[in-house]
């Protein structure tokens, strides 16, 4: 062996270029912002759920101290003043039977419209889409005094309907909007070769387009639910004792003159289960649902 190929042995790697090096640096950089950002905004969001998850086992002496205090004996009273004392699974009921009852007829309703927008050669249809868009967009409260006059001369306050109906109201445009770009995002060929065979429109939409968007039909839905779950204006105006449902409960805490912080944490928490399990659950249909489409072939 040569003298040479000794040396050649022996010989570390070449480092990488000067360039090469920046690049990476600034892309380390760039990863470890990211992580930073991630972390800042989850600690904004997760410190504020466990104060409350704390608070909802501590007795008022523990809750009203200058420092937080981390070491505690729990109890459950804050629970069974919940359950006890108000009946809080009858709040949980309502709130069951109008998100569910509003996500419903969001889809029933604004699916079809929103595959119309999406195929049919309809008139000016961008901006039957715009107007829509534009309804979501107004303020509530803006809207609760004539929907409050419309459904007194209808006869419907303080039932369920005055609720469903009014979230449906703000559901819609959402669904339809979504809808139609997941209905956009298909190849109309699918639904022409259906049709060649003999099925109408209506049988395309049943039973080829639909099936196949149904990851953003999830998405959509557990987006319905979660904004009906939390309404309170239109819980407020347009509810009775016995319609009343899970964000006045948790508001019936604050009173005129103190608030029972320990009550309203317990009440928060249940209020926030039903939630959690549901993210749980459609998890994968939520993330397939909200990037359907976002990558072109």
Not at 170 to 199: C, H, K, Y
Not at 243 to 250: D, L, W
Request: overall charge positive; hydrophobic content about 55%.
């Amino acid at each position: 062996m040569t003298a040479v190929q000794n040396q050649n042995l022996t010989s570390k790697p070449a480092a990488p270029p000067p360039r090469a090096r920046s690049a990476k640096r600034r892309r380390d950089r760039w990863v470890y912002g990211c992580y930073a950002v991630i972390a800042a905004f989850l600690i904004w969001v997760l410190v504020p759920i466990l104060q409350v998850a704390l608070n909802s086992f501590k007795k008022a002496k523990d809750i009203f101290t200058s420092t937080p205090r981390l070491a505690f004996h729990p109890t459950l009273g804050n629970y069974h003043k919940v359950f006890g004392e108000l009946s809080f699974m009858h709040y949980l009921v309502n709130s069951t039977i109008v998100a569910v009852g509003s996500t419903a007829l969001s889809l029933a309703v604004g699916v079809p419209g929103a595959y119309a927008l999406a195929r049919l050669p309809l008139r000016g249809r961008e901006w039957w889409a715009r107007g829509i868009l534009f309804t979501r967009m107004a303020p509530a409260v803006a809207l609760v005094v004539p929907i409050f006059v419309i459904f007194d001369r209808l006869q419907l306050l303080g039932t369920y309907w005055a609720l469903i109906l009014a979230d449906t109201t703000f559901n819609l445009p959402l669904v339809i909007w979504m809808m139609r770009s997941f209905f956009e995002e298909l190849p109309p060929d699918l639904e022409e070769a259906a049709q060649v065979d003999g099925t109408g429109r209506l049988g395309a939409f049943g039973r080829v387009a639909l099936p196949l968007v149904t990851p953003g039909l999830a998405a959509t839905a557990v987006l319905c639910l979660l904004f009906s779950w939390n309404e309170f204006l239109f819980a407020l105006v347009l509810s009775n004792d016995q319609t009343q449902t899970v964000p006045i409960g948790v508001a019936g805490f604050v009173g005129s003159v103190s608030i029972d912080w320990g009550g309203s944490s317990a009440a928060a928490v249940i209020a926030m289960i039903p939630i959690f399990v549901l993210g749980l659950i459609a998890q994968r249909f939520l993330v397939r649902g909200l990037t359907f489409g976002a990558v072109k072939g």
